[in-house]
C-alpha cells in the first residue's frame, strides 16, 4: 500500500478541515521519507492499521517537523536514536517514544459523553511517563546481562547529549480532544515523573486547627495496582546522568495546520552533558538546580528570554 492510500484509508472522511490535514500528513511523511529521516520500515510503519505503530511512527514525524521549523537541522543514523543533532561541535541524540495508554481508564480515553464530571488518573497517566522514559533510559544505558544499550556500544559517545522526547498524544482524555502536558501537581507530567513532585497538600496541626501555606509532596516512587512501585525521580538519581533532558509533547495531525504544539523541556539537574537552554521548540522549560543534599530549586522559563519563576522544593538526602 502506498502512503497516499494508507493515509486517505486512516482519515476517510471530506468534513471540516479533515482533506486538509490528510494532504499535509501525506506532503510531510513523504518529504520524511525522501530525505532519509526515518528507519528502513518507517514507512511500514506509517501504512500500518496498528494504532500504536503508527502513532510511534507519525511521532517522529511530526517533532522532526517541530525541529525543522525551528531551523534545527537533523540526520538520522543507520543505528541508534531516532535523530542526530550536531551543533557547534556538541552530537545531541534525541530518541522518541509515544507511550500507549495501558491501565488508563477508558472512560477517560473516550467517555461516553463529555459533559459531567470524571476522575483526573493522573496516577495511571504518570506511570505512562515513568515507563516511557525507563523504556528509553534502557535503550541508552542497556539492561544488566542482555544489552549493552547505545551508550556501551558506542553509538551514543561518552560527550554527547541524549534527550528522551515522550509524545503524549495517546494518553489524552475526553476522546483526545484536549492536549494534556499537566499532572495533579500543576507541574508537567515530566517534571513529576523525574524530580520527586507530588500533589499538592496542607498539613493541619491537630492541637490548633491551623493551617499550613500549600506545599508540593515529596513523591519518590508511584504505587501500582500490582508489582513494585515506580520510581518518580531519575533525575535526582546518579546512574541516570547520561540523560540530559526529557522533550516533552503532546502533538498531532492538527499542528502540522495551524494548531500550536504543545511542548515543554525538562532538563536534568545531574546530567553528565547538559542540554542547552532555548536549543529545543518548547513553551516553557524546566531547569532544576541542586543547592544541597536537602533542596533543589527549579526554574520555569518561558522562551529563552522570559522572566524565570523560581519555587524551592525540599528533597530528601
Not at 132 to 158: D, F, N, W
Not at 197 to 223: A, F
Not at 286 to 296: K, N
Request: glycine share 8%; charged share 20%.
Amino acid at each position: 500500500m502506498t502512503l497516499k492510500a494508507a493515509i486517505e484509508q486512516r482519515y476517510p472522511h471530506n468534513g471540516g478541515r479533515v482533506p486538509a490535514m490528510r494532504e499535509r500528513i501525506i506532503e510531510v511523511a513523504q518529504a520524511y521519507l525522501d530525505a532519509g529521516q526515518g528507519d528502513v520500515n518507517a514507512l511500514q510503519r506509517l501504512c500500518s492499521t496498528d494504532e500504536f505503530m503508527y502513532w510511534q511512527q507519525l511521532s517522529e514525524v511530526l517533532l522532526g517537523y517541530q525541529l525543522g521549523e525551528a531551523g534545527i537541522t537533523f540526520t538520522h543514523q543507520a543505528a541508534g536514536p531516532d535523530f542526530l543533532i550536531e551543533r557547534e561541535g556538541r552530537r545531541i541524540w534525541v530518541e522518541v517514544i509515544t507511550p500507549t495508554p495501558t491501565g488508563i481508564p477508558a472512560n477517560w480515553l473516550a467517555p461516553a459523553e463529555i459533559n459531567g464530571v470524571r476522575d483526573f488518573p493522573h496516577e495511571q497517566i504518570l506511570l505512562r511517563w515513568t515507563a516511557a522514559i525507563k523504556q528509553k533510559a534502557e535503550v541508552l544505558l542497556g539492561q544488566r546481562g542482555q544489552h549493552a544499550g547505545y551508550l556501551g556500544g558506542g553509538i551514543v559517545g561518552a560527550d554527547d547529549c541524549y534527550v528522551i522526547a515522550v509524545n503524549a498524544r495517546l494518553l489524552r482524555g475526553y476522546g483526545g480532544t484536549f492536549t494534556e502536558l499537566t499532572g495533579i501537581s500543576q507541574w508537567p507530567f515530566a517534571v513529576e515523573a523525574t524530580l520527586a513532585i507530588g500533589p499538592l497538600q496542607v498539613r493541619i496541626n491537630r492541637d490548633t486547627l491551623e493551617s499550613s501555606e500549600p506545599e508540593h509532596q515529596q513523591r519518590y516512587v508511584i504505587h501500582k495496582p500490582v508489582g513494585q512501585p515506580v520510581p518518580a525521580d531519575t533525575f535526582l538519581d546518579e546512574r541516570f546522568a547520561p540523560i540530559s533532558a526529557i522533550w516533552a509533547a503532546d502533538i498531532d495531525e492538527m499542528t502540522l495546520l495551524d494548531r500550536p504544539a504543545s511542548m515543554v523541556v525538562v532538563h536534568n539537574p545531574r546530567a553528565t552533558h547538559t542540554l542547552p537552554l532555548g536549543l529545543l521548540p518548547a513553551q516553557e522549560e524546566y531547569r532544576a538546580a541542586v543547592l544541597d543534599d536537602e533542596h533543589y530549586q527549579l526554574e520555569r522559563i518561558q522562551g529563552i528570554s522570559a522572566q524565570a519563576q523560581e519555587i524551592s522544593v525540599t528533597v530528601e538526602p
